[in-house]
């Protein structure tokens, strides 16, 4: 019993004849590895994000509409909000999402969610407190006309 205890606790060690070829290539795989600095990774990464989103289009999704919407469709509509961010930053140029009307209901669930970190703009305001409605394009699923090209300018 002795006996055993003593060749776990040399298992591993240099000259443990109990040691495969296999297991000794793995171990000497695991030391050959680059010592990352992930924290600079994602710092690099996150810069990188910023500087695409300044160059996309800019989007304002208006959550105006939040006081005749029911709790369920509240946290779908924060729930979409985060599935959108994602998929933007799959975009080689990533728009610039920003949220209006940021406030109560909505404001708790996307917090709630981490929507704090999402990367999106989040406005307090109606949207046309900090944006002139010259330079907007407001769509809409009961909008009349279709747009079929967009001007990034």
Known sequence: MENKTAQQANKGKEGDPSITEEEKKQTEKKEELPNYNFKQLNKEKKQKYKELVDKGQGIIIDCSFQSVMSEREIKSLCNQLG?????????????????????????????????LHWGIGLLEKHYTEYFPTTDLIYLSPDAEEEIEELDPK
């Open 83 to 115: 599935l959108c961010q994602a998929k933007n930053k799959s975009y080689p140029i990533p728009s610039k999402l920003m949220i209006a009307n940021f406030r109560d209901q909505v404001k708790e669930v996307v917090t709630r969610l981490g929507g």
